[in-house]
């Protein structure tokens, strides 16, 4: 079926590098797409979203770009910081329904001191 | 001030029993959503009221049902519990075409 996928499932980053997190995806009827961030033990957390007719979405050091061509997703985060270590992850919706948010398998971001 | 609460955070029972977990939105949104997150982190819907009604009803053992007294409230009633349904349950709750907001998780452990 239609499916959410992480390219990489850990991602190990230096603190103060920049951090790029992908995900494709496989539904071309999908038109709305989200970043979270889970914390451990804690539910996941709005970090910015997208719609389909924006390729690119800035946010507080965060970006998001969508390449519908290649049913492409990356989240950039500028200048990582120790806090943002978390695993992060890709939702999809669309085609009709906002309200069924399809995830992907999720990325373990781990930022270095 | 916590916009999705819901209890318990812990739930640890024998296979068999029947439980609940409640959830409740402060946040004034109108669909409330049920998700399971597995110990691999995969996090998939299990169900969504809007307005009360059942919107999305995935393809979830009919030992599982939702009930949802009032727009801020799902709460999740599972019947035999059993050794698979041992995972991490999310509530989550959204206005239309805005993104959806997680509770914190019940973490259900079948002995």
């Known amino acids: 079926g239609e499916s959410v996928g992480l390219h990489l499932p850990t991602l190990s980053v230096q603190e103060g590098d920049n951090s790029i997190i992908n995900c494709a995806y496989s539904n071309s009827a999908s038109d709305y797409f989200i970043w979270y961030k889970q914390e451990s033990g804690k539910g996941p957390q709005f970090i910015i979203d997208i719609r389909s007719n924006m390729d690119k979405r800035q946010g507080q050091r965060v970006t998001v770009l969508l390449n519908k061509t290649v049913k492409h997703l990356s989240l950039q985060i500028a200048a990582t910081q120790p806090g943002v270590s978390a695993v992060y992850f890709c939702a999809e919706t669309g085609g009709g329904s906002n309200y069924k948010l399809t995830f992907g398998k999720g990325t373990l971001l781990t930022v270095n001191p | ?111």
């Open chain 2, 1 to 111: 001030d916590t916009a999705v609460s819901q209890t318990p955070k812990y739930l640890v029972t024998q296979m068999g029993n029947d439980k609940s977990i409640k959830c409740e939105q402060n946040l004034g949104h109108d669909t409330m959503y049920w998700y399971k997150q597995d110990s691999k982190k995969f996090l998939k819907i299990m169900f969504s009221y809007n307005n009360k009604e059942l919107i999305i009803n995935e393809t979830v053992p009919n030992r599982f049902s939702p009930k949802s007294p009032d727009k801020a409230h799902l709460n999740l009633h599972i019947n035999s519990l059993e050794l698979g349904d041992s995972a991490v349950y999310f509530c989550a709750s959204s206005l239309s075409n805005q993104p959806q907001h997680f509770g914190d998780g019940t973490r259900l452990s079948i002995l």
